[in-house]
């Protein structure tokens, strides 16, 4: 079985991840980790959460443990539990508990989707305790000032049954992500798919067009991974167009109107 280091040397980033910043978001995130204090962010899908918090792990220099929450997840899944290995029962750590022993950062993402009595484990990490009680093994692990805390949701389309309770979010300092403007995102798609400047901007045009579908029944436009994605796809060889209906189109809605309203803006910029 690996140990503890070698499943930790997985988690770490030790070349520099592109992230181009919005606005003051790694100064407050320093502040927040400084005062230890916990980090919310929020905002839509494909909107470069995930990549800032991988931004501030290799900043940082801590491994970054990432937890991709949905409604099976469990309080054993973040904390542990007993493994049959052989004749004998042996306590197998979960991402979190792992994350506060090692000093390393724990990314809840999309936490919102985790069962309530799931995210209630957090709450004494997330306030000035700082502690970890594992009931099982009967301990109380205090975490280093090396651990971090951070989860992440969207709140467009969120439910009244899928929100944080505010007794969960008024314990985290708030960062609101949005997609970047447009000479920025330009700048992303470019770096990220390794295409042209003029090719990029009819990207982002598109996806600003598709943002605006909004009122038209669409929950989510184009997130910048979907403009990136359908740029990787033309450097394969497949034609714009296709690339943007199957990168695009396609994975926004299965509505026939919809994709009629969004196969004719793409037709109208390529």
Not at 72 to 82: A, E, K, P, V, Y
Request: charged residues 25%; hydrophobic residues 40%.
């Amino acid at each position: 079985m690996d140990t503890t280091e070698e499943k930790l040397a997985e988690h770490r980033i030790t070349q520099e991840p592109f992230y181009l910043p919005q606005g003051d978001e790694i100064d407050i995130a320093l502040a927040a980790r400084n005062n230890n204090l916990p980090l919310l962010l929020k905002g839509p899908t494909g909107c470069g959460k995930t990549r800032f918090m991988q931004y501030l792990a290799w900043k940082l220099q801590r491994p970054l443990i990432t937890v991709s929450c949905h409604d099976d997840l469990s309080t054993s899944d973040l904390i542990g539990r007993f493994l049959i290995q052989g004749t004998e029962a042996v306590w197998v750590d979960g991402p979190l508990t792992m994350a506060v022993k090692a000093g390393a950062i724990c990314y809840l993402d999309e936490i919102v989707e985790a069962r309530k009595d799931t995210t209630v484990v957090i709450h004494p990490l997330a306030d000035d305790r700082r502690e970890l009680p594992i009931e099982k093994l009967g301990v109380l692990y205090s975490a280093p000032d090396d651990f971090m805390l951070a989860v992440s949701y969207n709140p467009g389309y969120q439910s009244v049954l899928k929100d944080l309770k505010p007794s969960t979010r008024q314990r985290f300092v708030s960062l609101a992500f949005d997609y970047p403007e447009e000479n920025l995102e330009t700048r992303i798609v470019m770096q990220e798919a390794g295409v042209e400047e003029s090719f990029a901007r009819q990207l982002v045009q598109l996806g600003h067009m598709t943002r605006g579908l909004k009122e038209s029944g669409l929950p989510e436009g184009a997130s910048t991974r979907l403009l990136i994605q359908a740029a990787l796809l033309t450097g394969t060889g497949i034609d714009k167009t296709v690339a943007c209906k199957a990168g695009i189109a396609e994975s926004l809605t299965d509505d026939p109107e919809l994709l009629t309203a969004l196969n004719e803006m793409i037709l109208s910029i390529f």
